[in-house]
C-alpha cells in the first residue's frame, strides 16, 4: 500500500513539476533558516556546558562593599585576590577554587620566541587547580603541576601552532616582558611552556589562548581585601544548596579583615553565579533567546502556510481522482492515509535539502557572525526532536485539508464534475501569511532606524582625524 502511494505521489510531481519545485524550494528555505536558528540558540543555551563539573562551578561576584560610612553597589564579577585562599581553609562547602586575573599593565602581552615576537591579548593568570575544576583539555602535559610554582605557561592548540608550527612545545622558552610597577622588581620573564589544552570552545564565557602559572606573579603573597583584582571561582561539593552557602561568604572579612591595614572597607556582599547563567546574564537573560525563538517560530510559519495554502490550492484539482478511488472501493480512512503519507514524505525531503543547505551555508554564517556552529549539533537529542516535531507538524498540517476535507465528500459529487471550493480557507491562509510577512518587515524597519540613529548620533564630538595610543608603562 506505501508503494502505491508513493508512486501517485511520483505521478502527481511528473504532472506539475514547476508546482513541486516552487512549494519544495519554499518549504526547505524555510525549514533552513528554522534549522540555523535552532542551532544558535542550542549554542546560546550551552555557554560553559563542556565542563565536566559546570553544574558546580560558580563564580564569585561581588554585588556591593560595605565602607564606615555607607553601603555601595558595586556590581563587579571580582574579588579580593586574598578571597581564593580562605574559601578552601575556612569552608568545607568547597571543593576546590582556581583564581583568574592579570598581574601586569599591558592590554596585550608580547611573547619572544627566536628572535620573533607574538602578540596575544586573551592571556591569564591562574591558580594550578584551574585543571581540577575546568575541563580544559590538556593534550600535552600533566594536569596535577603544569601551574605549579613560578615561571610557568601553558599554551591552546591554536596559540602554540602559530609560535612552534609542529615542533613539540613542552620544555621550550617563551620570553615575555610583564609590567606591573613594583618596584626593583624584574619585569623581564622567561617562560617555561608546560602544558597544551585544546582550543576553548566558543560559547565559552572566559577565552584563555595563554595561562601563566599564578605563582609568576611577584606581588601574589602581598595582595589584600582593597584589592578586587581577580575573577574567583569555586567547585561546590554535589550536595551543597549555594543559597544556603552564600550569606557565609561575608564572614571572612569579619574574621580577616584588619582595621589597621584597611581603614575603608569594612565587608562586601558576594553571590554565587552558576557559570552556565553568566553569558545569558551578561547579554540581556533569555530576551534575545526569546526574540531568536519568535523570529525562527515565524520564519516556520511563513514557510508551512505557504506550503498548506500551495497545497490546498492544488487539492481541488484531485477531488476526481478520489470520487474514483472511492467508487473503486477506497474508504475513507485509506485516503486519509494517502494524503498525510505524501504530505509527511514531502516535508521529510525539504527537512533532508535544508539539512544539506545548512551544511553549505554553516561555515560562512560562522565567518559572519563568530560562532562556532556544527552541523553535529543537530544529532543531539533535543534536536532530533524538534526536527522530527517540525515534520509532523508540517506534514500533518499539509496534508489535512485534501485528507480531511476533500475525502468527506460523496463520488457523486466530484464524478459529476461540481467544483469543490477550498477559496475562504486558503484566503485566511494568505491572510495570516501577509500579517506575518508585514510585521516582520516592521521590525526589521524598527532595527534600521535604530542602527543607523546610532551610527549617524552627533556624540558632541569631532571624530575625524583622530586616535587613540596606548603609550608603555614606564617604571
Known amino acids: 500500500m506505501l508503494h502505491n502511494y508513493l508512486t501517485i505521489l511520483w505521478r502527481n510531481i ?4 514547476v508546482h513541486f519545485i516552487l512549494n519544495l ?17 542550542d549554542f546560546e543555551l550551552n555557554y560553559d556546558r563542556s565542563h565536566t563539573y559546570a553544574d558546580r562551578i560558580y563564580r564569585i561576584d561581588t554585588r556591593s562593599i560595605t565602607t564606615h560610612e555607607k553601603v555601595i553597589e558595586v556590581d563587579w564579577q571580582s574579588t579580593p585576590a586574598n578571597f581564593g585562599p580562605f ?21 596585550a602581552v608580547n611573547f619572544e620566541y627566536q628572535k ?14 584551574v585543571f581540577q575544576i575546568f575541563s580544559f583539555d590538556l593534550i600535552e602535559g600533566n594536569p596535577e603541576n603544569a601551574l605549579k610554582g613560578p615561571d610557568k605557561i601553558v599554551l591552546s592548540e591554536s596559540f602554540a601552532k602559530r609560535i612552534f608550527g609542529d ?3 613542552i620544555g621550550e622558552i617563551l620570553l615575555s616582558r610583564l609590567p606591573h610597577n613594583l618596584p626593583d622588581t624584574e619585569e623581564a620573564y622567561n617562560l617555561l611552556v608546560t602544558g597544551v589544552y585544546r582550543d576553548m570552545p566558543k560559547n565559552s564565557h572566559l577565552i584563555a589562548q595563554a595561562m601563566v602559572s599564578a605563582e609568576t606573579d611577584p606581588h601574589l603573597d602581598n ?13 561546590l561539593y554535589s550536595e551543597v544548596n549555594p543559597v544556603d552557602f552564600t550569606p557565609k561568604l561575608s564572614q571572612i572579612y569579619e574574621k580577616y579583615l584588619s582595621a589597621d591595614r584597611e581603614p575603608v572597607l569594612m565587608s562586601a556582599h558576594h553571590e554565587l553565579t552558576p557559570i552556565t547563567k553568566i553569558h545569558l546574564k551578561e ?4 530576551t534575545y533567546i526569546y526574540i531568536f525563538s519568535g523570529v525562527g517560530l515565524l520564519l516556520l510559519l511563513i514557510a508551512s502556510v505557504s506550503y498548506v495554502n500551495l497545497t490546498t ?5 484531485r477531488a476526481l481522482e478520489i470520487g474514483i478511488r472511492k467508487v473503486m472501493g477506497s474508504n475513507r480512512r485509506q485516503l486519509i492515509v494517502q494524503f498525510l503519507t505524501e504530505s509527511l514524505f514531502f516535508t521529510l525531503v525539504a527537512l533532508t535539502l535544508a539539512i544539506g543547505l545548512v551544511m553549505l551555508s554553516i561555515s560562512q554564517l560562522n565567518e559572519m557572525l563568530g560562532l562556532q556552529l556544527a552541523v553535529a549539533q543537530l544529532w543531539q537529542p533535543q534536536l532530533l526532536f524538534g526536527m522530527l516535531v517540525i515534520v509532523l507538524l508540517l506534514g500533518v498540517l499539509g496534508g489535512s485539508y485534501p485528507a480531511f476535507f476533500l475525502s468527506s465528500f460523496e463520488p457523486v459529487t466530484v464524478t459529476k464534475g461540481r467544483r469543490i471550493q477550498g477559496a475562504p480557507f486558503r484566503n485566511v491562509l494568505v491572510a495570516v501569511q501577509f500579517a506575518v510577512a508585514i510585521f516582520v518587515l516592521i521590525c526589521t524597519g524598527m532595527i534600521c532606524h535604530q542602527l543607523r540613529y546610532l551610527r549617524q548620533k552627533d556624540l558632541g564630538f569631532d571624530q575625524q582625524q583622530m586616535v587613540m595610543l596606548t603609550l608603555p608603562n614606564s617604571k
Not at 511528473?14 to 513539476?17: E, K, L, T
Not at 620573533?116 to 587547580?129: G, L, M, N, R, T
Not at 595582595?223 to 567547585?235: E, G, P, R
Open 116 to 129: 620573533k615576537i607574538y602578540e596575544e591579548a586573551d592571556v591569564f593568570a591562574a591558580d594550578s587547580s
Open 25 to 41: 524550494s519554499c518549504l526547505t528555505l524555510g525549514i533552513t533558516a528554522a534549522l540555523l536558528v535552532l542551532l544558535y540558540l
Open 14 to 17: 511528473y504532472r506539475q513539476p
Open 223 to 235: 595582595y589584600y581585601f582593597n584589592d578586587f583584582n581577580v575573577f574567583t571561582y569555586a567547585l
Open 87 to 107: 574559601l578552601q581553609q575556612d569552608y568545607p562547602e568547597i571543593e576546590r577554587w582556581v583564581r583568574f586575573f592579570t598581574f601586569w599593565q599591558n592590554d
Open 167 to 169: 615542533k613539540n612545545p
Open 313 to 317: 490550492a492544488q487539492a481541488g484539482r
Open 283 to 286: 547579554t540581556g537573560g533569555l
